[in-house]
Protein backbone atom coordinates (compact mmCIF):
# COMPACT_ATOMS: atom_id res chain seq x y z
CA UNK A 1 0.00 0.00 0.00
CA UNK A 2 1.27 3.43 -0.68
CA UNK A 3 1.77 5.90 1.82
CA UNK A 4 -0.69 8.49 2.48
CA UNK A 5 -1.23 11.42 0.27
CA UNK A 6 -1.93 14.59 1.99
CA UNK A 7 -2.23 18.12 -0.36
CA UNK A 8 -1.50 20.71 2.70
CA UNK A 9 -3.05 23.37 0.57
CA UNK A 10 -6.45 24.18 -0.46
CA UNK A 11 -9.01 26.76 -1.16
CA UNK A 12 -12.62 26.92 -1.49
CA UNK A 13 -14.60 29.21 -3.85
CA UNK A 14 -18.02 30.58 -3.95
CA UNK A 15 -20.26 33.27 -4.32
CA UNK A 16 -20.15 33.53 -0.44
CA UNK A 17 -16.94 32.45 0.06
CA UNK A 18 -15.04 35.24 -1.40
CA UNK A 19 -15.30 38.72 -2.49
CA UNK A 20 -16.71 39.41 -5.56
CA UNK A 21 -13.26 41.81 -6.42
CA UNK A 22 -11.31 38.79 -5.67
CA UNK A 23 -12.83 37.20 -8.31
CA UNK A 24 -12.73 39.91 -11.28
CA UNK A 25 -9.05 40.26 -10.15
CA UNK A 26 -8.55 36.20 -10.83
CA UNK A 27 -10.65 37.10 -14.22
CA UNK A 28 -8.65 40.09 -15.07
CA UNK A 29 -5.72 38.37 -14.52
CA UNK A 30 -6.83 34.95 -16.42
CA UNK A 31 -7.90 36.84 -19.46
CA UNK A 32 -4.57 38.92 -19.63
CA UNK A 33 -2.86 34.91 -19.49
CA UNK A 34 -5.31 33.40 -22.11
CA UNK A 35 -6.31 36.40 -24.49
CA UNK A 36 -9.75 34.88 -23.50
CA UNK A 37 -12.94 37.93 -22.67
CA UNK A 38 -12.80 38.42 -19.26
CA UNK A 39 -16.57 37.19 -19.00
CA UNK A 40 -15.65 34.24 -19.86
CA UNK A 41 -12.72 33.53 -17.60
CA UNK A 42 -15.51 34.82 -14.85
CA UNK A 43 -17.79 32.45 -16.08
CA UNK A 44 -14.87 29.66 -16.44
CA UNK A 45 -14.14 30.63 -12.75
CA UNK A 46 -17.93 30.16 -11.22
CA UNK A 47 -18.31 26.79 -13.34
CA UNK A 48 -14.92 25.30 -12.35
CA UNK A 49 -13.95 26.46 -9.37
CA UNK A 50 -17.39 27.42 -7.07
CA UNK A 51 -17.95 24.96 -4.79
CA UNK A 52 -19.31 26.04 -1.24
CA UNK A 53 -20.01 22.47 -0.10
CA UNK A 54 -16.47 21.04 -0.47
CA UNK A 55 -17.62 17.74 -2.78
CA UNK A 56 -15.83 18.83 -5.86
CA UNK A 57 -12.82 19.04 -3.88
CA UNK A 58 -13.70 15.71 -2.41
CA UNK A 59 -14.29 14.04 -5.91
CA UNK A 60 -11.15 15.80 -7.13
CA UNK A 61 -9.16 14.26 -3.91
CA UNK A 62 -10.79 10.75 -4.93
CA UNK A 63 -9.83 10.74 -8.64
CA UNK A 64 -5.68 11.49 -7.29
CA UNK A 65 -5.85 9.30 -4.45
CA UNK A 66 -5.56 12.03 -1.81
CA UNK A 67 -6.18 11.65 1.57
CA UNK A 68 -6.87 14.28 3.60
CA UNK A 69 -6.26 18.34 2.14
CA UNK A 70 -5.84 21.32 4.24
CA UNK A 71 -8.57 24.16 3.09
CA UNK A 72 -7.68 27.89 3.84
CA UNK A 73 -9.98 30.31 4.26
CA UNK A 74 -8.43 33.82 2.88
CA UNK A 75 -8.87 36.89 4.64
CA UNK A 76 -9.43 39.63 1.82
CA UNK A 77 -11.12 42.47 3.81
CA UNK A 78 -8.28 44.69 4.47
CA UNK A 79 -7.37 44.40 1.07
CA UNK A 80 -10.07 45.18 -0.95
CA UNK A 81 -12.65 46.30 1.39
CA UNK A 82 -15.49 44.38 3.80
CA UNK A 83 -18.74 46.42 1.80
CA UNK A 84 -19.30 42.94 -0.03
CA UNK A 85 -22.37 41.23 1.70
CA UNK A 86 -21.14 38.48 3.80
CA UNK A 87 -19.13 39.32 7.16
CA UNK A 88 -15.30 37.53 7.74
CA UNK A 89 -17.15 35.52 11.26
CA UNK A 90 -19.74 34.14 8.32
CA UNK A 91 -17.61 32.76 6.07
CA UNK A 92 -15.65 31.08 8.89
CA UNK A 93 -19.48 29.46 9.52
CA UNK A 94 -19.44 28.77 6.06
CA UNK A 95 -16.00 26.86 5.84
CA UNK A 96 -16.28 25.26 8.72
CA UNK A 97 -19.73 24.15 7.60
CA UNK A 98 -17.98 22.38 4.36
CA UNK A 99 -15.43 20.97 6.46
CA UNK A 100 -17.66 19.08 8.94
CA UNK A 101 -19.38 17.71 6.06
CA UNK A 102 -16.02 15.89 4.83
CA UNK A 103 -14.83 15.43 8.06
CA UNK A 104 -12.52 12.66 7.39
CA UNK A 105 -11.17 14.12 4.44
CA UNK A 106 -10.74 18.19 5.16
CA UNK A 107 -8.85 20.12 7.88
CA UNK A 108 -10.03 24.03 8.62
CA UNK A 109 -7.18 26.38 8.13
CA UNK A 110 -8.30 30.12 9.21
CA UNK A 111 -6.82 32.67 7.45
CA UNK A 112 -7.32 36.35 9.30
CA UNK A 113 -5.73 39.67 8.68
CA UNK A 114 -3.57 40.28 11.87
CA UNK A 115 -4.43 43.96 11.72
CA UNK A 116 -8.21 43.46 12.25
CA UNK A 117 -9.17 44.52 15.82
CA UNK A 118 -11.02 41.46 16.51
CA UNK A 119 -8.23 38.75 15.04
CA UNK A 120 -7.14 37.35 18.33
CA UNK A 121 -10.98 36.97 19.06
CA UNK A 122 -11.62 35.12 15.95
CA UNK A 123 -9.12 32.91 15.83
CA UNK A 124 -10.10 32.01 19.26
CA UNK A 125 -13.53 31.18 18.59
CA UNK A 126 -13.08 29.53 15.45
CA UNK A 127 -10.15 27.69 17.83
CA UNK A 128 -12.92 26.06 20.29
CA UNK A 129 -15.71 26.42 18.46
CA UNK A 130 -14.86 25.17 14.74
CA UNK A 131 -11.70 22.82 15.26
CA UNK A 132 -9.43 25.49 13.42
CA UNK A 133 -5.94 23.29 13.05
CA UNK A 134 -4.11 26.39 12.09
CA UNK A 135 -3.82 29.92 10.79
CA UNK A 136 -2.49 31.49 7.62
CA UNK A 137 -1.05 35.01 7.57
CA UNK A 138 -1.82 36.58 3.85
CA UNK A 139 0.83 39.14 3.18
CA UNK A 140 -0.24 40.26 -0.53
CA UNK A 141 -2.85 42.48 1.54
CA UNK A 142 -0.16 44.64 2.93
CA UNK A 143 1.04 42.93 6.24
CA UNK A 144 4.84 42.10 6.81
CA UNK A 145 4.90 39.22 8.50
CA UNK A 146 7.19 40.61 11.33
CA UNK A 147 4.48 43.63 12.18
CA UNK A 148 3.50 43.93 15.95
CA UNK A 149 -0.09 42.40 14.38
CA UNK A 150 1.58 39.85 13.71
CA UNK A 151 3.37 38.69 16.34
CA UNK A 152 0.10 39.03 18.38
CA UNK A 153 -1.20 36.31 16.25
CA UNK A 154 1.99 34.44 16.73
CA UNK A 155 2.01 34.44 19.92
CA UNK A 156 -2.15 32.89 20.46
CA UNK A 157 -1.03 30.42 18.32
CA UNK A 158 1.82 29.25 20.36
CA UNK A 159 -0.59 28.94 23.17
CA UNK A 160 -2.79 26.94 21.08
CA UNK A 161 -0.63 24.67 19.67
CA UNK A 162 -1.33 26.24 15.84
CA UNK A 163 0.84 26.26 13.42
CA UNK A 164 1.00 29.16 11.09
CA UNK A 165 1.18 29.45 7.19
CA UNK A 166 2.55 32.49 5.40
CA UNK A 167 1.95 33.10 2.09
CA UNK A 168 5.10 33.90 0.13
CA UNK A 169 5.59 34.23 -3.75
CA UNK A 170 4.54 37.34 -5.49
CA UNK A 171 1.16 37.70 -6.07
CA UNK A 172 -1.27 39.39 -9.09
CA UNK A 173 -1.79 43.16 -8.93
CA UNK A 174 -2.67 45.23 -6.96
CA UNK A 175 -1.86 42.88 -3.94
CA UNK A 176 1.15 43.57 -2.92
CA UNK A 177 4.56 41.46 -3.86
CA UNK A 178 7.24 43.51 -1.59
CA UNK A 179 6.07 41.81 1.82
CA UNK A 180 5.55 38.40 0.50
CA UNK A 181 9.33 37.90 0.58
CA UNK A 182 10.32 34.62 2.82
CA UNK A 183 12.81 37.06 4.67
CA UNK A 184 10.30 38.31 6.28
CA UNK A 185 9.24 34.92 8.26
CA UNK A 186 13.08 34.83 9.33
CA UNK A 187 13.38 37.24 12.90
CA UNK A 188 9.40 35.79 13.80
CA UNK A 189 10.90 32.30 12.94
CA UNK A 190 13.76 32.83 15.67
CA UNK A 191 11.78 34.80 18.17
CA UNK A 192 8.98 31.96 18.21
CA UNK A 193 11.25 29.28 18.18
CA UNK A 194 8.12 26.74 19.64
CA UNK A 195 5.81 27.56 16.73
CA UNK A 196 5.47 25.66 13.14
CA UNK A 197 5.71 28.33 10.47
CA UNK A 198 5.06 26.67 6.56
CA UNK A 199 6.12 29.19 4.39
CA UNK A 200 3.45 28.96 1.68
CA UNK A 201 4.05 28.15 -2.09
CA UNK A 202 8.16 27.86 -1.10
CA UNK A 203 8.43 31.60 -2.49
CA UNK A 204 7.47 30.60 -5.83
CA UNK A 205 10.72 32.47 -7.77
CA UNK A 206 12.24 33.08 -4.44
CA UNK A 207 12.57 29.93 -3.57
CA UNK A 208 15.85 30.03 -2.55
CA UNK A 209 15.29 32.32 0.49
CA UNK A 210 12.89 30.19 1.30
CA UNK A 211 14.60 27.06 1.14
CA UNK A 212 17.21 28.22 2.96
CA UNK A 213 15.57 30.10 5.61
CA UNK A 214 13.97 26.45 6.29
CA UNK A 215 17.43 25.12 5.92
CA UNK A 216 18.41 27.86 9.37
CA UNK A 217 15.12 27.11 11.37
CA UNK A 218 14.52 23.63 12.42
CA UNK A 219 10.59 25.19 12.84
CA UNK A 220 9.97 26.16 9.38
CA UNK A 221 8.92 24.38 6.25
CA UNK A 222 7.69 24.97 2.97
CA UNK A 223 5.00 24.14 0.97
CA UNK A 224 4.85 23.92 -3.20
CA UNK A 225 1.55 25.25 -3.95
CA UNK A 226 1.17 26.12 -7.33
CA UNK A 227 4.40 24.34 -8.71
CA UNK A 228 2.57 22.92 -11.38
CA UNK A 229 2.42 26.16 -13.08
CA UNK A 230 6.65 26.00 -13.45
CA UNK A 231 6.15 22.16 -14.39
CA UNK A 232 4.26 24.02 -17.25
CA UNK A 233 6.33 26.48 -18.16
CA UNK A 234 9.28 24.03 -18.70
CA UNK A 235 8.97 20.27 -16.19
CA UNK A 236 13.25 19.79 -16.66
CA UNK A 237 12.83 23.73 -14.52
CA UNK A 238 10.34 22.09 -12.13
CA UNK A 239 12.11 19.03 -11.61
CA UNK A 240 16.09 21.15 -11.17
CA UNK A 241 14.14 23.69 -8.93
CA UNK A 242 11.95 20.97 -6.74
CA UNK A 243 15.77 19.16 -6.44
CA UNK A 244 17.25 22.50 -5.46
CA UNK A 245 14.43 23.06 -2.60
CA UNK A 246 14.78 19.63 -1.26
CA UNK A 247 18.13 19.31 -1.22
CA UNK A 248 18.35 23.07 0.62
CA UNK A 249 15.89 22.64 3.09
CA UNK A 250 15.87 19.28 3.35
CA UNK A 251 13.87 16.30 2.56
CA UNK A 252 11.73 16.52 5.91
CA UNK A 253 10.91 20.36 5.62
CA UNK A 254 8.91 20.31 1.83
CA UNK A 255 4.98 19.97 1.78
CA UNK A 256 3.15 19.34 -1.00
CA UNK A 257 0.10 21.18 -2.00
CA UNK A 258 -1.88 22.34 -5.10
CA UNK A 259 -3.29 25.52 -3.96
CA UNK A 260 -6.50 23.59 -5.26
CA UNK A 261 -8.72 24.99 -7.49
CA UNK A 262 -6.27 26.88 -9.19
CA UNK A 263 -5.04 25.10 -12.35
CA UNK A 264 -7.53 22.07 -11.74
CA UNK A 265 -8.98 22.59 -15.12
CA UNK A 266 -5.40 22.76 -17.30
CA UNK A 267 -5.49 18.66 -18.31
CA UNK A 268 -1.65 18.45 -18.29
CA UNK A 269 -2.11 19.47 -14.55
CA UNK A 270 -5.24 18.05 -13.43
CA UNK A 271 -4.83 17.11 -9.54
CA UNK A 272 -4.57 13.17 -10.55
CA UNK A 273 -2.18 13.82 -13.26
CA UNK A 274 0.10 16.35 -10.77
CA UNK A 275 -0.05 13.52 -7.96
CA UNK A 276 1.19 11.07 -10.71
CA UNK A 277 3.81 13.15 -11.87
CA UNK A 278 5.39 13.36 -8.55
CA UNK A 279 5.12 9.70 -7.89
CA UNK A 280 7.25 8.74 -10.59
CA UNK A 281 9.89 11.00 -10.31
CA UNK A 282 12.32 8.69 -8.30
CA UNK A 283 11.26 5.89 -11.73
CA UNK A 284 10.78 8.42 -14.39
CA UNK A 285 13.39 11.58 -13.50
CA UNK A 286 12.24 14.36 -16.03
CA UNK A 287 15.59 15.69 -17.68
CA UNK A 288 17.55 12.93 -15.60
CA UNK A 289 17.11 15.02 -12.46
CA UNK A 290 17.03 12.23 -9.82
CA UNK A 291 14.86 11.96 -6.64
CA UNK A 292 14.81 9.00 -3.85
CA UNK A 293 11.49 7.04 -3.10
CA UNK A 294 11.59 8.45 0.39
CA UNK A 295 12.21 11.95 -0.30
CA UNK A 296 9.11 11.63 -2.37
CA UNK A 297 6.86 9.91 0.24
CA UNK A 298 8.04 12.32 2.54
CA UNK A 299 6.47 15.26 0.44
CA UNK A 300 3.70 13.56 -0.45
CA UNK A 301 2.48 12.96 2.95
CA UNK A 302 4.53 11.69 5.81
CA UNK A 303 6.19 14.98 6.22
CA UNK A 304 2.67 16.94 6.40
CA UNK A 305 1.21 14.01 9.04
CA UNK A 306 4.71 14.42 11.06
CA UNK A 307 4.79 18.23 11.10
CA UNK A 308 0.95 18.79 11.25
CA UNK A 309 -0.12 15.79 13.56
CA UNK A 310 -2.42 14.89 11.15
ZN1 LIG B 1 -3.29 29.36 -1.93
Redesign the pocket.
Known sequence: MSPRVIDA?V?LYGADLAPPYWYEAMAEYGASLSGRPREEVLATIERDWFDPDGDRLVADMDAAGIDRSLV?LLDFGLYGGTNDSVSLERRYELFAAAVARHRERLVFFGGVDPRRPDALRLIERAHSEWGLAGVKIWPPAGVYPNEPACYRVYQLCAQLGLPVVIHTGQEIGPLRSECTRPIYADQPANDFPELTFVL?HAGMAWWREAADIAWHHPNVYVDI??WQSKYLRSPEGFARELRGLISTAGKRRVIFGT?WPALRAVRRVAPATWVEVLRRLPEDPIGGVEFEREEIDLLLGGNAEAILGL
Do not use: E, K, P, S
Request: aromatic share 28%.
Open positions: HHYAAYD
